[in-house]
Structure formats: structure tokens, C-alpha cells
């Protein structure tokens, strides 16, 4: 019913830049939250941040201040600027779309890795 492209992924240096995105597509009317969750090896999915339709946004506690959550409602599409980038920010990072608030769908996962 929904489709999940995410794009954006790679290596990148401690302090560096990466912006990931995250484009729907399908059965489609409205969409209530766009977000990122990430899971590093042998953790849980956790929060990175959220946005609603109305521009709410929801960012997790380690992230703060570093990264950036912003969507194009035009085109159904989630964007994370991630500047400031640590090692511990490695992860594979998921796309979460819900169209009501209690079901979401999401993305197949892209890697983040930060190393030098």
C-alpha cells in the first residue's frame, strides 16, 4: 500500500555531514508523521526524530542540537541533515511513515557509518 525509498546512507568522517531521504509513495490521502528510528548492533530501534503535518517536530535526546528533521509534504518526502557526526551515531537508520498515528510503515534501513 506504501512505499519507502530511502537514499542518503554511507561512510563518513567523525564531525561530518550526511542528509538522508525518504520519499513515499502509494495509497496515499494524508500523512499524519514522517520520522527516523536507528538501530546500531546489538541495541534497540530507537527515536531520531519525528515530524508531523503541521511541523511538530520530536528529536531524541542524543541527537539534539546535531540533527536536523525537515519534509517536503508536496512530495511525500522526509529529510535528516545530520552534521556533527559521531561514531556512536552508527547505525542503520529506518524511515517511519504514518499515515494515523497509531500504524506506520517503514523503510528497509539505510547504514550510516562514522569512522575515520
Known amino acids: 500500500q506504501v512505499q519507502l525509498v530511502e537514499s542518503g546512507g554511507g561512510l563518513v568522517q567523525p564531525g561530518g555531514s550526511l542528509r538522508l531521504s525518504c520519499a513515499a509513495s502509494g495509497s496515499i490521502f494524508s500523512i499524519y508523521a514522517m520520522g527516523w528510528y536507528r538501530q546500531a548492533p546489538g541495541k534497540q530501534r530507537e527515536l531520531v526524530a519525528t515530524i508531523t503535518s503541521g511541523g511538530s517536530t520530536n528529536y531524541g535526546d542524543s541527537v539534539k542540537g546535531r540533527f536536523t528533521i525537515f519534509r517536503d509534504n508536496a512530495n511525500n518526502t522526509v529529510y535528516l541533515q545530520m552534521n556533527s557526526l559521531k561514531p556512536e551515531d552508527t547505525a542503520v537508520y529506518y524511515c517511519?511513515?504514518?499515515?494515523?498515528?497509531?500504524?506506520?510503515?517503514w523503510g528497509q534501513g539505510t547504514q550510516v557509518t562514522v569512522s575515520s
Open positions: 517511519n511513515v504514518r499515515l494515523v498515528p497509531a500504524y506506520g510503515y
